[in-house]
């Protein structure tokens, strides 16, 4: 399911997948911003697509190098730049110029005309990584498993929580045993 992908990104990696999901989108750019050194990751046709760079130093290298340098076709990139979703804590209206500014900085102005963020549909985005990684194993489908609903099935069901939400949605767990 994951093509090549640099090292950090692999915390990030099914949030990316799951982020690009709930705004209905199988081709976008999911940006990290819990990291301390932001950064997108390009989804493109449900896959993660690869990064030539190891730790970005800023958004804007990151920007520059998946975006502008990266192997995608004009057409491809065009798709990219025009869905970039932007998780709950960068919808504040101040931290959307800054990241707007940030990402076109070096762009052409063609080129940052054609930049859109995109909201997930879904109202928690919070994804936990654990059910992130398992669904994305025990599936080639990308469905979303939310923070909150592990969280209220943790409350009702104890450690059954996992189990129950994959059935929910539709997975087969295998046993590693």
């Not at 640099?6 to 709930?22: G, K, S, Y």
């Not at 059910?131 to 609903?149: Q, T």
């Amino acid at each position: 399911m994951f093509e090549i992908f640099h090292i950090p990104a692999l915390e990030f990696v099914p949030d990316a997948l799951l982020l690009a999901q709930a705004a209905n989108r199988t081709t976008a750019v999911a940006v990290n911003f819990e990291t301390s050194s932001p950064y997108p990751v390009a989804v493109v046709d449900g896959v993660v697509a690869g990064s030539s760079t190891s730790v970005p130093s800023s958004l804007t290298r990151a920007t520059h190098d998946v975006l502008v340098n990266g192997a995608f076709d004009p057409g491809v990139k065009q798709v990219l730049l025009g869905n970039i979703v932007v998780p709950e804590n960068m919808r504040h209206p101040e931290e959307s110029v800054g990241l707007r500014q940030h990402m076109t900085a070096g762009m052409s102005r063609d080129v940052a005309e054609g930049v859109r963020f995109v909201e997930p549909e879904t109202g928690e985005i919070s994804v936990w990584r654990g059910a992130g990684l398992m669904a994305a194993i025990c599936s080639g489908e990308n469905r979303c498993v939310v923070k909150a609903d592990f969280q209220d099935k943790l409350r009702t069901h104890d450690t059954e929580v996992v189990s129950q939400i994959f059935s929910e949605k539709g997975y087969t767990l295998y046993s590693a045993r």
